[in-house]
């Protein structure tokens, strides 16, 4: 399995945007999928979008379209997350997962990052 | 979308009770269903996927069923360690929804 390791936490005003990075750990980067997961305080898990390492391919939730961007380098093994025109509701922790395998399930994920959006 | 709805929502059980938790599909979603197990402050971690495939290093008595719309978890024993929250989740076809949760709680 890949080791994914996530950037610190955030506090950001609203409208403001916030750019989240993922860093793979070896030679894995191109083996999986990259996906972004958010979760709110207490709530449930929410799918926000994935990315293809290998063709760059991405993929976003119908709710996030328009606002989430993903991308990558692959020099150092780092995906990114950023959300733009953010509003309290964005307040969550947000994870990255790798997805592969049988199910395609998530097997991997990041330590999580919180991020808060505050006036 | 695929919705995914799971229960109970929560459940009081105690140590050694055998635990059920089912997760509905809204659609058929072959063998795309899998089960997170996620702790308070923590990042999940996969427990089944593929409907029934255990994940290298989670112990035996978690077990997992089901085909076409209704799927199910089960813990055979439940341990002290086992006490969390679980979600079922659909990677069949985008956006790849968790259900709701189901939170097992110590009796």
């Known amino acids: 399995q890949v080791q994914l390791v996530q950037s610190g936490a955030e506090v950001k005003r609203p409208g403001a945007s916030v750019k989240v990075s993922c860093k793979a750990s070896g030679n894995s980067f191109t083996k999986y999928d990259i996906n972004w997961v958010r979760q709110a305080t207490g709530q449930g898990l929410e799918w926000m979008g994935w990315m293809n390492p290998n063709s760059g391919n991405t993929g976003y939730a119908q709710k996030f379209e328009g606002r989430v961007t993903m991308t990558q380098n692959t020099s150092i093994h780092t995906s990114y997350m950023e959300l733009i025109s953010l509003r309290s509701e964005d307040t969550a922790v947000y994870f990255c997962?790798?997805?592969?395998?049988?199910?395609?399930?998530?097997?991997?994920w990041g330590q999580g990052t919180l991020v808060t959006v505050s006036s | 979308d695929i919705q995914m709805t799971q229960s109970p929502s929560s459940l009081s059980a105690s140590v050694g009770d055998r635990v059920t938790i089912t997760c509905r599909a809204s659609?058929?979603?072959?063998?795309?269903l899998n089960w997170y197990q996620q702790k308070p402050g923590k990042a999940p971690k996969v427990v089944i996927y593929?409907?029934?495939h255990l994940e290298s290093g989670v112990p035996s008595r978690f077990s997992g069923s089901g085909s076409g719309t209704d799927f199910t978890l089960t813990i055979s024993s439940l341990q002290p360690e086992d006490f969390a929250t679980y979600y079922c989740q659909q990677s069949y076809s985008t956006p790849f929804t968790f259900g709701p949760g189901t939170k097992v709680h110590i009796k």
């Open positions: 659609q058929r979603i072959d063998t795309f």
């Open positions: 997962t790798s997805g592969a395998g049988d199910g395609y399930n998530f097997g991997s």
């Open positions: 593929a409907i029934s």
